[in-house]
């Protein structure tokens, strides 16, 4: 996400759910985030920090 965009390599720690389904396990929606990248990105779609939900 956020750190491949800036061309940096930062150890992935989180498993991300693509579309924000936390059940949805299948192989497709699934990618490996940094915890910053992860942070930012569930914020951006639930609504954290006060964000809107997107």
Not at 15 to 24: F, M
């Amino acid at each position: 996400m956020d750190c491949e965009k800036r061309g940096r390599v930062t150890p992935a720690s989180v498993v991300d759910h693509i579309d924000g389904n936390a059940h949805n396990n299948e192989p497709g929606n699934l990618a490996a985030l940094c915890a910053s990248c992860h942070s930012r990105k569930t914020a951006r779609q639930d609504g954290g920090f006060g964000n809107p939900r997107a």
